[in-house]
């Protein structure tokens, strides 16, 4: 018999079993309307063709593979969180592995939907396995997708193991049967003995350790699928260490946004703290500076070499068909880097400033809007001549830059306040700058093809339902798991509780004054 | 064992585009409805495009014309970017160097068509149809055997198909000489659109053999192939005008 903290029942255990509200329902209604639509949509394009969606000749591929990259880059956090602060002991990660995990098991089963959309003939699936050729990097993808779900499912349940064992042992006397036979089958027998303890935490190790090249695998493989061909954007070298930065960007992103939404609605205030968003912001900083980075070489060298397939790619993404979701994207990612960073720098004692007020901040975005409206809408010839002049046209935008810049800077403390609200701001705009940048990697490259017309490509609503109905059955995939299993895994909080009970008990020895520097006293009069 | 090229003599060529029909009827390629081919799905095994490719270019005036055509069929790359990238071996290159495709196997994953700089490669995007009678005289040849489906047969939707060098014809040739007991002979073996070409603009043969035509053709001064610099080594060669 295996006992719980009180605490962690009434705050995890309890609500598990609790009849959901109405809201909860609500909610799995709507779900599962989505994903109702979009199953009747691909039973559409199955019965048709794919010529359902919007792709064509030379357009191959759409927004089927862009969802593919994005959802398995998503995934990366559960790998990165879980496995790698395991392995270097960091103790914040307690509360929010669970979380990561299930994001990365959640994640690559959507993920792996999206090839299923993709593929022309679903029913010859199998022909992969049964005729795969090795050489092909869509093997090596679908290989390593495999391996990565399955590796991923097994630490997810490792990990889960002790929690479901604690359930079924704590199951109140109300609850269904199917529950408690789902706990007791699941729960392996866990008994909680030293010997299984051993057992666990040394399968929990390995396969932590073997998490990490498998998760860098996949994400170098599915770059590969685009870097081994020979077409004009996707021929890099850095491609690899691309995806799986913005992996691993747009996964932490992604997690702020699930653990916020799980902290809201499951009340976990004793378990999520500010410094866990501390902590994370700073994993994200750092991924957001190597993410510029390796966008700017990337680019660079297109532009520094100017080749004659090359550069018409980066021109439409500059300024031509697909500027928009470029700019976006970075647009996106300067913001997130923004809120990340510079609340960080402003000293406290600025906050007497008056610029630093969120009202300040609402009436420089009004500026920006007024002055952005001006330049955009269409206004009588002789203003339109005199804005449409080099210099105004060019000051007017650096004034819009301006009032926005201000505007961000006016916003800072109240972002230095409300972490939580920041870093979800920050993982909504990474998370869309990183689907936007998978799109500017696949589309533009397909319609700028050599010796075809260019076109463009727009999905069509088969395309965009699917996508909607794999977001929504993400979203339910989490709604039932954490109605099924804690959301926080327990006992690893109550592991990281005796550590830190242990480590209260530590005496620091309080600091030494310094020892007299003779240099120091060199050449002064005493 | 003989290696399969052709040379297209762009001086002789008169833009007919009698290939690419000759070759719709040989190979069953199916015709879509003009919406599907302004979305840019029709499927031309042999396209004949003009150069520029953008029409909107070409602002001269009859008879001081700029525009110049190229034909198209599968260059039978000696590197093909395509059969590299199959996941199921659904393309591959056989010893005579025709890169050919299996409909029976083919899942429609798409990479090779992505990776075709060429874009030979074609899918089918919707069950193909024709209309009224045609669909009574589609041409019967089809190369089949378990899991294996080649040459003009009608593919099925949602695979990728392409320009075979009417593989079909070659098979036949070899029957033919078998059921006359004598050797084959390379030149008893054009595809569709060589037959057709009213110009005489094309040549098919032997590459391996040094007294072919397409052979001899392949050392003119005049000779290229499109995209060079991707390293394709197509077996298709161009004889430029002039």
């Known amino acids: 018999m295996l006992k719980v903290n009180p605490r962690d029942k009434t705050r995890l255990v309890d609500p598990l079993f609790a009849a959901p509200g109405w809201r909860f329902w609500l909610a799995v209604v709507f779900l599962l309307a989505v994903i109702g639509w979009g199953a009747s949509m691909y039973l559409r394009q199955l019965t048709y063709g794919l010529g359902e969606t919007g792709m064509d000749r030379p357009v191959y591929w759409g927004i089927y593979m862009v969802n593919f990259i994005f959802l398995i880059g998503v995934s990366m956090a559960g790998t990165l969180i879980s496995a790698a602060l395991q392995l270097t002991n960091i103790e914040w990660r307690r509360p929010i592995t669970r979380i990561a995990e299930t994001l990365t098991v959640f994640g690559l089963l959507v993920a792996s939907l999206q090839l299923l959309f993709d593929i022309g003939r679903p029913d010859r699936l199998l022909n992969v396995v049964q005729y795969g050729r090795l050489q092909s990097p869509l093997l090596w993808d679908a290989n390593s997708l495999t391996l990565y779900i399955l590796t991923s499912i097994l630490a997810l349940y490792l990990q889960l193991l002790p929690d479901i064992a604690l359930l079924r042992d704590n199951c109140p006397a109300n609850a269904p049967w199917w529950r408690r036979a789902l706990y007791t089958r699941l729960g392996l027998g866990w008994k909680g003995y030293r010997s299984q303890w051993g057992r666990l935490q040394k399968a929990i190790t390995v396969i932590s350790i073997a998490i990490i090249p498998i998760g860098v695998s996949l994400h170098t493989i599915t770059s590969w699928v685009f870097s081994t061909t020979v077409q004009p954007g996707w021929k890099s070298t850095i491609l690899g260490p691309y995806f799986v930065i913005g992996a691993i960007f747009s996964g932490i992103g992604m997690l702020f946004i699930v653990m916020t939404l799980a902290w809201r609605l499951l009340k976990l205030d004793e378990y999520i703290q500010a410094r866990h968003y501390r902590a994370l912001g700073w994993l994200f900083i750092v991924m957001s500076a190597l993410w510029f980075y390796f966008t700017y070489t990337e680019n660079l060298t297109l532009v520094a070499e100017q080749e004659a397939y090359e550069f018409p790619v980066l021109a439409s993404k500059l300024w031509g068909s697909y500027s928009f979701s470029f700019w976006g994207m970075v647009a996106l990612m300067v913001v997130a880097f923004w809120i990340m960073v510079v609340p960080k720098l402003l000293p406290a004692l600025l906050r007497r400033v008056v610029v630093f007020q969120p009202r300040f901040a609402l009436a420089s975005t009004g500026a920006a809007l007024v002055a952005a409206f001006f330049l955009i809408s269409p206004q009588p010839a002789v203003t339109h001549a005199a804005l449409m002049d080099l210099n105004t046209n060019t000051f007017g935008w650096l004034m819009v830059i301006g009032f926005v810049a201000c505007a961000g800077l006016g916003i800072s403390f109240w972002l230095k306040q409300h972490p939580a609200v920041s870093s979800v701001a920050a993982g909504a705009c990474v998370v869309a700058g990183m689907w936007l940048e998978r799109w500017n990697i696949v589309i533009p490259t397909l319609t700028h093809p050599r010796l075809i017309p260019y076109t463009i490509y727009l999905p069509s609503p088969v395309e965009i339902s699917l996508s909607a109905a794999s977001l929504a059955l993400l979203a339910l995939m989490f709604l039932v798991f954490f109605k099924l299993f804690p959301v926080i895994s327990i006992w690893e909080v109550s592991e990281g509780r005796v550590v830190e009970d242990a480590q209260s008990r530590v005496e620091i020895p309080l600091p030494e004054p310094n020892e007299p520097n003779p240099l120091q006293s060199w050449g002064s009069r005493r | ?242």
């Open chain 2, 1 to 242: 064992m003989p290696r399969w090229g052709m040379v297209i003599d762009l001086d002789k060529c008169v833009a007919c585009q009698g290939c690419s029909i000759a070759c719709r009827f040989e190979n069953n390629t199916p015709a879509v409805s003009p919406e599907e081919a302004l979305q840019g799905r029709s499927i031309r095994w042999n396209d004949v495009f003009p150069l520029p490719i953008d029409p909107a270019e070409d602002k001269d005036v009859y008879p001081n014309v700029t525009t110049r055509y190229l034909t198209r069929p599968c260059m039978h790359c000696e590197n093909p970017p395509c059969i590299k990238v199959c996941p199921v071996q659904a393309t591959y290159k056989d010893e005579e160097g025709i890169v050919r495709m299996n409909y029976a196997r083919c899942i429609g994953c798409r990479l090779c068509t992505v990776a075709c700089p060429y874009g030979v490669r074609y899918f089918n995007w919707y069950a193909p149809e024709w209309e009224g009678s045609l669909s009574e005289h589609l041409n019967p040849d089809r190369i089949e055997a378990p899991g294996d489906l080649e040459g003009p047969a009608v593919r099925p939707r949602g695979v990728v198909e392409k320009c075979t060098f009417c593989i079909h014809r070659l098979q036949k040739a070899r029957l033919q000489a078998e059921a006359e007991q004598r050797d084959f002979r390379p030149d008893e073996y054009v595809p569709a659109c060589v037959e057709t070409c009213p110009a005489k603009a094309r040549y098919f043969g032997d590459l391996d053999n040094p007294d072919s035509t397409v052979a001899q053709l392949n050392k003119s001064s005049r000779a290229f192939v499109e995209l060079e610099e991707a390293g394709t080594h197509p077996k298709v060669t161009y004889l430029r005008e002039g």
